[in-house]
């Protein structure tokens, strides 16, 4: 198997966080995407990835995936026993949830923020910005962080009683708040000291 | 089985047609939450769910579901034969891929643009509209319908030669365009096909 990713980013480090979860790191080659000079833009990687955006898995049979939750999910079930998206019907839709919401709520807010009120990747790659949406979608992360502190005092992983996709989700988006200086409010001690426990996990830093 | 709906919007309309793709809807109490008054963000649905959207599966130990994904993993799951979201991990990775790919390209830029650049659920419930956002969005969501069709080209269904949640995400997304008067271009006649196809299906009216 093989991941186009750009190393330093929040959704490549999912990818690679489920792969490594799951014992399948070593079987993956990892090629870089300059995302920097906007190679995930340009007629080569497009036509890897339609959409234009890393990480992509590539199998050995050519089929090309994107998007992580799709990639987490072939990972998780290749051995049969999926403990990264759930084991039973309530497990896999509490997972599914909680990961999508860290996505809508943290991680891509996050996101929106960079590419539209901050440079992101430089004005080549980012011809239109909206401010405005940026600013609100900053609000935005601030409120997810706060949302999932007061889920972190209730039960040890955002899905339940165990690590799941949604804490690889969520851990991936306060990289990204760090990177692009949004705080993680004072107050949020429970998420903190989740993130704490999940930053010494070895897929952390694989 | 509960569900929280607002029977005539898209995301409601994604849960009733898994619901019913799987045999499942008369097991399912139906209750209608009034988006129009606003009922979906005062404190009563809020207990139900902190996100206040619709739908939401309520299960008969009380766990609440949101997101269309995690609540079609839900029912998918229960016959343990998950035709919906892929049998094989191949198949998974493919059936979330495409997807979150009618989710991001066309239903959630239709759902933005409804929001933020038309009176959306009118001024008491949409305090805060970016048009420039909203607009942006209504290109996306056109881009996102010709993407489609370039897909239903070269295969019957969304995520490949069987019917699946990514093809019930898809035409809840052209369901929300017709509302709001986003066109299906012309020569879109693969995606035309396929929608009549998808249609006829019971699910599509249940």
Known sequence: MKIYEFRAFPNPLRARMA???KGLIDQIEFVQIDLLAGEHKKPAFLAINAVGKVPVLVLDDGTTISECTAITEYFDHLDGEPILTGLTPKE???THMMQRRAEALVLDAASDYFHHATPGLGPDIEPFQIHEWGDK????TTK???YFNSVLQKQPYVAGNHFTMADITLFAGLALA???KIEIPNECRHLKLWRDRVAERPSASA
């Open 144 to 146: 997810g962080i706060s």
């Open 19 to 21: 792969a490594a979860e």
């Open 92 to 94: 896999r839709a509490i």
């Open 137 to 140: 979608q900053r609000e935005q």
């Open 178 to 180: 760090d990177f692009i």
